[in-house]
T-cell receptor, first 114, second 110 residues
């Protein structure tokens, strides 16, 4: 299996632009998680899905952030409009059966908002 | 805050020595996991210990769990340069999600 796939790996954009991050989970995994990692705040859970349905989005910082999972093999995290404080590494992770089983992380997308 | 606490924040040792990292959490848990993150990479699962277990081994890794103290420790024996990474604990506190600690940055000096 190729593991969790994220794209792009790096994104540099200007403040106010829309940013879309993409994730393909491991086939057969029922749970998908979006995390954000910064030096100041560490690893934060933004939102997670179970069987394509958003279960908990309490970690989404603002209405500027939205996430979708149209099918079992694809999810997006969108920021519109982006701001410099959104600069971070965004990780997608997936897991089987229960969200608290082993999570498999993608390589991350490093986002820089100028 | 959703964060657990790890101690120390950074650790630097010589190759061949043992490295011990500690993790504390605030509420009762179902299980606790340890992950490793190499620079610029995603997190990689190392080991999971359930709340009814006290100790678990995997290769050079030894994890202990003390639910009465709400703490866990990760021991890496006979460290190697390739063990240089950040190490995170993650606790299952219910609600189908993990709570990650802030991590310990481990540096192994040759």
């Amino acid at each position: 299996d190729a593991g969790v796939i994220q794209s792009p790996r790096h994104e540099v954009t200007e403040m106010g632009q829309e940013v879309t991050l993409r994730c393909k989970p491991i086939s057969g995994h029922d749970y998908l998680f979006w995390y954000r990692q910064t030096m100041m705040r560490g690893l934060e859970l933004l939102i997670y899905f179970n069987n394509n349905v958003p279960i908990d989005d309490s970690g989404m910082p603002e209405d500027r952030f939205s996430a979708k999972m149209p099918n079992a093999s694809f999810s997006t995290l969108k920021i519109q409009p982006s701001e410099p404080r959104d600069s971070a590494v965004y990780f997608c992770a997936s897991s089987t059966r229960q969200g608290t089983d082993t999570q498999y992380f993608g390589p991350g997308t490093r986002l820089t908002v100028l | 805050s959703q964060q657990g606490e790890e101690d120390p924040q950074a650790l630097s040792i010589q190759e061949g020595e043992n490295a011990t990292m500690n993790c504390s959490y605030k509420t009762s848990i179902n299980n606790l996991q340890w992950y490793r993150q190499n620079s610029g990479r995603g997190l990689v699962h190392l080991i999971l210990i359930r709340s009814n277990e006290r100790e678990k081994h995997s290769g050079r890794l030894r994890v202990t769990l003390d639910t009465s103290k709400k703490s866990s420790s990760l021991l890496i024996t006979a460290s190697r340069a390739a063990d240089t990474a950040s190490y995170f604990c993650a606790s299952d506190q219910g609600a189908q999600k993990l709570v990650f600690g802030q991590g310990t940055r481990l540096t192994i000096n040759p």
